[in-house]
């Protein structure tokens, strides 16, 4: 069984208690432990920064060549916080409520309700950092709304609130580098953990220009290594986000849970052609003020504004009236998929939905509806080359999110013992749907509060035995590390890595994307099987091993192949449908996503075998929120 | 559509690099400049070509990471505009196009395309942070900042460190860069304790870099993708000076 080590007392008390209850560090013994940081997004540059201030000493690895480059930089809309500042009935309670319902209950209760709390710490340390977030006049700091929720909650800069945060935590990182605090590995990328008596002790790491691996001992290991979501090889995940460090992590005991909770995002800019290499999110705070809607008819082809007002069907206003526009992700997402399948879908592949700012326009002028979302336009005309101001925005649901990711307990702790996990990375707070602007805060909770606090707590309560780099567990990692890159270079093959990866992705799009059911996985499981063997015969990485963009993503693309067959198990397994895993089986007569919770109230933690993985289940109870179907209506 | 194209190969950074002739005979008007260059590379690779090496990640204009002198231009012809968001519509067919590294003493070509601008990072790690550990902070509306330095402050903050300021730079000066981080702390409040410091180390850590001394011509801002201005380098110089006479 698997033990969640949720802390005793209400779930107001639970965060107070464990805080109180943790052993610590003494500042002197701080510096004799060192702990290695992977990933230098949100969460793992903060967490990096806030260790390095405590005094612990820190190596990051990235696989970027600054750690200002991670995906987080991408994130646009915002960041909620339970401040309450609009005066709108929000607070701790409500955030948290929210969060489970969005998560259509498959989060775990005294997770989200710490990360509510901690939400408003969030705002205070960037403020202080520097961000510069939107502000009213009068000098205070302005909110807007976001999806899942009836208050004005979400704070942001501009359209690039992912970038402030990330960079108010690399310049709080880069201070501590200063220091000397923290040492900083550019370009290496993890590619295994090095467990020495059942501990996490280090990883190998490949420096990407040299190609030569490395070792590196430490006495903890984070991974905020971020989402999965490139399994799809279309999504709007940077072209390099990957799953390796998880997976490798995975392959040395570390549980994998939920893998097919993956998060469809309604508002991206659609598929233009074969070439395509990713795709575009249009930030979901433009459902603020951009209405959706397709043509009443039928295969109508007029230009959008030759449609009158009359023949327009406004979907997600019509179908969920008290939220409208602003439903969850998974909602609206499967909302346009529905118009699309019934033929209403627009331009020229029918695959999309217009997204209109007319009335925005008409109401507030063209200078404050750029002042809120120029940049999110001016991003739209160069993909498109339209006039977003003039014509309506088309867009499609897009792979975005993963809300699976590695196991791990209330401190964050995987199933290796010494291996944290922190950001997209876990599995542990968004359930099987994650509400708009709660990625960052998620990835900045873990990082600057959840994680520092659970460092000391292990740190402080194990006797750890030194470990040293000719010990047989460190070299056998690497060798097995150098025997995997070797093999990959010796296929010499017909085809390129990408165009293996472009097959997964559609077998994933079809039978594990929008809509799932159980011949699909079944079929999707055998074709990826295949596809398996297809790569390890006939990929092709010409040149040398110095700096090499195919062989890197070789490396991480055969593991895509394996985690994607685990995300259709997972989805196979779960019988029900609930937030953004739809069964098709499984659905209301209105077609919403039908949930069982007399079967299905568990995550679902995959162990690696080898063979076929092992389910471990960890039991959800809802002791504060009544377990309920999700309305929006 | 059919482009022609000259790009700078370089094994590595000791060796020696040369200009090669690719063509691209099935270019798509919609694709965007970096997928033109996965169809040449996944052309190249079915061949057992090597690759071509260059640098991108989200693909949206924000993460930094591409970079590439296109036809002598930082990011290409497009003002406001990175590599990755440039699209092969603003081509002709039959157009030769000049793929290069972006060249500075500062950025040392790794392979091909790709540059090391870690230099930026150790500027970064001099001073442009304010020093608030975490857990210090106070109520983030006990700080108040009007909407208007806020925005200032915005617009300062929006570099994304991609180095085509230092790229499009005669003298592959730095200035706009430091000046758009040391601009934004300048403005607002929370920045006031260090500013005098902050500017002095980050200066001294540029000149160590090896950047070249800034000599006014505003090629750095034509340059910038998010069209950092050269307001920030007034502001920057008036923070030196400040810095000199106050302490």
Redesign the interface.
């Known amino acids: 069984m698997l033990d969640s080590k949720i802390p005793s007392g209400s779930i107001e008390q639970k965060w107070k208690n464990r805080k109180f209850e943790s052993k610590l560090v003494n500042p002197s013994n701080r510096r004799k432990h060192t702990v290695i940081v992977v990933g230098t997004g949100l969460a793992g540059a903060?967490a990096a920064?806030?260790l390095g201030?405590l005094g612990y000493k820190v190596k990051v690895f990235t696989f970027?060549?600054?750690?200002?480059?991670?995906?987080s930089?991408?994130a646009q809309g915002g960041i909620n916080a339970a401040?309450n500042?609009q005066n709108d009935g929000d607070s701790v309670y409500r955030l948290f409520y929210d969060t489970i319902k969005g998560g259509d209950f498959r989060a775990r209760e005294a997770n989200v309700y710490r990360l509510a709390e901690l939400s408003v710490?969030i705002?205070?340390?960037?403020?202080?950092?520097?961000v510069?977030?939107?502000?009213?006049?009068?000098?205070?700091?302005t909110n807007r709304s976001f999806g899942g929720t009836q208050v004005s909650r979400t704070f942001y800069?501009?359209g690039?609130t992912?970038?402030?945060l990330l960079?108010g935590a690399?310049?709080?990182l880069?201070?501590q580098?200063?220091e000397k605090s923290v040492e900083?590995f550019?370009r290496q990328e993890m590619v295994d953990v090095i467990v020495i008596g059942g501990k996490a002790r280090g990883i190998v790491a490949r420096n990407l220009?040299t190609g030569e691996l490395q070792s590196h001992l430490a006495d903890a290991v984070v991974l905020a290594t971020g989402g999965y979501g490139n399994v799809f090889f279309l999504s709007t995940n940077?072209?390099?986000s990957n799953a390796t460090a998880a997976w490798r992590a995975h392959k040395r005991g570390a549980y994998f849970a939920n893998p097919c909770f993956t998060q469809i995002h309604p508002t991206c800019v659609p598929v233009?052609?074969d070439?395509?290499?990713?795709l575009?999110?249009m930030s979901e705070s433009l459902r603020n003020d951009g209405r959706v809607w397709v043509p009443m008819k039928v295969g109508d082809k007029r230009a959008p504004n030759e449609i009158p007002e009359s023949e327009r069907d406004y979907f997600l206003e019509r179908m969920y009236p008290s939220f409208g526009n602003l439903v969850p992700r998974d909602i609206a997402s499967r909302a346009a998929k529905r118009m699309c399948d019934e033929g209403r879908g627009v331009g020229a592949t029918g695959l999309s939905v217009y997204m209109d700012f007319r009335d925005a326009i008409q109401r507030l002028g063209n200078t404050v509806v750029s002042e809120k979302y120029g940049n999110l336009f001016?991003?739209y005309e160069?993909?498109t080359?339209e006039n977003p101001y003039k014509v309506p925005m088309r867009i499609f649901p897009a792979v975005h999110y993963t809300m699976g990711g590695l196991w791990v307990d209330y401190n964050l702790m995987s199933t290796i013992p010494g291996l944290f996990v922190a950001g997209e990375a876990n599995f542990s707070d968004h359930g099987a749907n994650r509400l708009g602007a709660s990625a960052l805060m998620q990835g900045l909770a873990d990082g600057?509060?959840v994680v520092?606090y659970s460092i000391a707590n292990y740190l402080g309560g194990e006797k750890l035995s030194a470990v040293k780099q000719e010990q047989d567990e460190v070299k056998s990692a690497i060798a097995d590390s150098q025997e995997r890159l070797n093999g990959f270079m010796k296929i010499k093959g017909?085809?390129?890595v990408?165009?293996i990866h472009r097959k997964l992705g559609k077998i994933m799009w079809e039978h594990c994307g929008m809509a799932r059911n159980e011949k699909g996985l079944n079929d999707a499981i055998k074709l990826i099987q295949k596809l398996k063997d297809e790569f390890s015969n006939d990929i092709?990485?010409?040149?040398d091993t110095?700096?090499?963009?195919?062989l890197e993503k070789a490396n991480r693309v055969a593991d895509f192949l394996e985690l994607g067959e685990l995300m259709c198990i997972d989805a196979l397994n779960r019988k029900e449908s609930c937030g953004g895993h739809f069964r098709e089986e499984m659905q209301t007569p209105e077609g919403e996503a039908l949930r069982d919770d007399q079967n299905f109230s568990y995550v679902a933690a995959w162990e690696h075998t080898g063979k076929t993985p092992t389910l471990h289940k960890e039991a959800l109870t809802f002791e504060n929120i009544h377990l309920a179907q999700r309305s929006y209506k | 559509m059919k482009l022609n194209l000259k790009i700078w190969r370089q094994k590595s950074p000791s060796e020696q690099g040369q200009f090669k002739d690719y063509v691209v005979n099935n270019a798509n008007e919609d694709m965007s400049f970096l997928e033109m260059l996965d169809f040449l590379n996944m052309d190249l690779v079915r061949k057992g070509e090597e690759a071509v090496q260059f640098d991108h990640d989200c693909r949206e204009g924000i993460c930094g990471s591409c970079s590439l002198m296109i036809n002598g231009s930082p990011h290409g012809p497009e003002t406001g505009t990175a590599t990755c968001q440039l699209h092969i519509r603003k081509f002709k067919d039959g157009d030769t196009i000049v793929i290069e590294p972006f060249r500075a003493k500062a950025f040392p070509v790794l392979r091909d395309l790709c540059v090391d601008r870690t230099a930026f990072d150790r500027i970064m790690a001099a001073g442009g942070f304010c020093s608030v550990n975490t857990g210090n902070a106070p109520e983030a509306n006990s700080i108040l900042i009007g909407k208007e330095v806020a925005e200032n402050a915005m617009d300062s903050a929006a570099c994304i460190g991609c180095g085509a300021c230092v790229a499009a730079c005669k003298n592959a000066s730095a200035m706009l860069f430091v000046s758009a981080k040391v601009s934004q702390f300048a403005l607002l409040p929370q920045g006031k304790p260090e500013r005098s410091r902050r500017v002095r180390q980050m200066v001294a850590q540029m000149d160590k870099e090896m950047f070249g001394s800034c000599s006014n011509t505003g090629a750095c801002e034509a340059a910038c993708p998010k069209e950092i201005s050269l307001e920030n380098m007034a502001r920057l110089n008036r923070e030196m000076l400040r810095a000199s006479v106050t302490e």
């Open positions: 903060s920064a806030t201030e970027h060549e600054s750690p200002r480059r991670a995906h930089i991408a401040k500042y710490n705002i205070d340390q960037c403020v202080a950092q520097g510069p977030f939107a502000r009213e006049y009068g000098g205070t700091l800069a501009k690039q992912g970038q402030q960079l690399y310049s709080s880069m201070r580098s200063g900083i550019p220009v940077a072209k390099q233009s052609g070439y395509q290499s990713k575009t999110l001016q991003m160069k993909i080359d600057y509060f520092p017909s085809q390129s990408d165009e092709r990485i010409p040149g110095r700096l090499n963009s195919e």
